[in-house]
């Protein structure tokens, strides 16, 4: 966190040598034991959970995972989670019977490792089974802290993929709209509602119908990525990894948007456009398919203005993506002199905790140690987050690779590889020394992050909260599970109603109050004292 992170660099080809096996293992790192399976040679067994998206095919189809099952010498019945997973966890995790492995990110989180004490195994004993794991914890030492436990065990792997930007969300507005209507590009929150205004009235994507278009669009909630909280930077608060539950660091000291006066303000603002008519009327019931689908429109016709996404043409497809601008971060009014910021989320686009775990229980854990080794391995990762070789990458046959274009031309890169593979959820280690010529859909995240590199200009010392990087013990992870529980029941049906049917402005004291009692006042004193500390030893 030290280290300030030049994030926006060229991503095309990256000019280092490729990994050339395990640092000092004198072998190579990509092997596992000498022969697969147990000592019969017949497969061990093992159960799997991932938590995948829902365009992702199965899992038997994708040629990489089978290769590395066949070389682990496992045979893995998976259970595939695309919905619902949090309602299922609690309860499989209480009952003790859980499989070998869990993959996904976050699918156990350190949380779980505190209340389940017990029934998760201690990997930091068992890594010299897996030396492409050590490879990553020497190469990438920010992984080891993640992995690591403030009692030095080791229960969740993380995954390193070093490619993503700073942002994971960018601002997008239907340009072609703009110039069919003569308007300018919006600055400020009031001419935003303008602009959304003349969308919903004047017929913007020129079809004859003036009702069809959807002037503002998101997936529901209020912070995360895709989600209007972003809209926080337009009066100084820098969001860390999306802070889906509302915290973020302001000059040291750790807070909670939720319950800061700047909320309100914007609450407010997304109210006055719910009664206007300039918001999805959808926005708090449609799921993220549906959201996805209805900014792919119709043909060459447009259906929502204004929006935020991870590039343009995962948001709106191959043939609407060129109609859109990506936007820099707008100014809550025009006197506003403050500084604009977003969403910093560098650490949560790059890496992640807890995306393999296993069981305590399993039988034979020496061979889901050889299918983790596998899994982290280089040439392995790459195909975990893109797809198979073949098929989704190219061998050059030097030594180097690059991502191919989709076999369906109609279909943009960003859902290519969602389709294709585990992508972003798997468990898996790119170094930064492999060469791999990126698909155009990241090429294409490079030029649209443009706008908001002012605004990303941040202090990661005083200004982005170390979430991944800090272990709280299993007292105060319990107590803070708990309330976040409580807080954001609260946060999110409030959040609704207000932008639906207003309110904030008479219930927000109540609401200030019920929140400090739901937990949140013992969450920032708890955060705090932990940030405090890291920060001393860093």
């Not at 002037?215 to 337009?234: K, R």
């Not at 932008?499 to 949140?520: N, P, R």
Request: hydrophobic share 35%; with cysteine.
């Amino acid at each position: 966190m030290k280290k300030r992170v030049n994030v926006f660099i060229s991503l095309i080809v990256i000019t280092a040598l490729l990994l050339a096996g395990c640092s000092g293992a004198g072998g190579d790192a990509n092997e596992s034991a000498e022969t697969p399976g147990d000592q019969t040679g017949k497969k061990v067994k093992l159960t799997a959970i991932i938590t995948k998206h829902p365009l992702t095919k199965p899992l038997a189809e994708m040629e990489w995972l089978q290769k590395v099952e066949e070389t682990a010498g496992v045979d893995i019945e998976w259970q595939e989670i695309t919905a619902d997973w949090g309602q299922k966890k609690g309860t499989m995790l209480a009952s003790g019977d859980i499989p070998d492995l869990f993959i996904g990110p976050n699918v156990i989180t350190d949380a779980d490792f505190a209340q389940f004490q017990g029934l998760f195994q201690d990997l930091s004993g068992m890594l010299d089974q897996a030396p492409n794991v050590q490879n990553m914890f020497n190469e990438k030492p920010d992984t080891k802290v993640i992995a690591t436990q403030s009692d030095g065990k080791i229960y969740g792997l993380p995954k390193y993929q070093r490619f993503w930007p700073a942002s994971a969300s960018r601002q997008f507005i239907n340009q072609q709209w703009l110039d069919h209507l003569g308007l300018s590009m919006p600055t400020t929150w009031d001419e935003l509602y303008e602009v959304l205004v003349a969308f919903k009235e004047k017929d913007a994507n020129g079809n004859g119908d003036p009702h069809d278009e959807i002037p503002m669009d998101w997936p529901g909630g209020i912070g995360g990525y895709f989600n209007p909280a972003v809209l926080l930077g337009s009066m100084g608060i820098t969001l860390t990894d999306g802070s889906g539950q509302g915290y973020f660091v302001e000059d040291g000291q750790v807070k909670n948007f939720l319950t800061d006066d700047r909320y309100k303000t914007m609450v407010v603002f997304l109210n006055k456009l719910y009664k206007a008519g300039l918001i999805n009327p959808e926005v708090f019931t449609h799921d993220y398919t549906k959201y996805q689908s209805i900014a792919r429109g119709e043909g060459d016709t447009a259906k929502v203005g204004f929006t935020w996404g991870w590039v343009a043409s995962d948001r709106f497809g191959e043939q609407l993506a060129p109609q859109y601008a990506s936007m820099p971060p707008m100014k809550v009014s025009a006197d506003y002199a403050g500084k604009l910021s977003w969403s910093y989320d560098h650490y949560s686009l790059n890496y992640g905790p807890n995306h393999i775990v296993m069981s305590a229980k399993t039988k034979n854990k020496e061979a889901a140690m050889k299918f983790i080794n596998e899994l982290y391995a280089p040439e392995v990762g790459m195909q975990v987050l893109f797809g198979s070789l073949g098929p989704n990458i190219k061998d050059n046959g030097d030594g180097t690779y690059a991502v191919l274009p989709p076999a369906d031309a109609k279909m943009d890169p960003g859902t290519w590889k969602w389709t294709s593979t585990m992508a972003d959820n798997g468990a898996f280690y790119i170094p930064d020394s492999l060469k791999l010529t990126l698909g155009t859909d990241m090429q294409e995240v490079l030029g649209q992050s443009e706008p908001l590199e002012a605004a990303l200009e941040v202090d990661p010392d005083k200004d982005v909260f170390p979430g991944m990087f800090i272990k709280y013990s299993t007292l105060d992870n319990n107590a803070m599970s708990l309330n976040n529980t409580n807080v954001m029941n609260l946060a999110e049906s409030s959040f609704a109603k207000w932008v639906t049917k207003g309110g904030v402005e008479a219930e927000w004291d109540a609401y200030i109050k019920e929140s400090e009692k739901a937990g949140l006042k013992q969450n920032l004193e708890i955060m705090q004292k932990y940030y405090d500390d890291y920060m001393n030893q860093n």
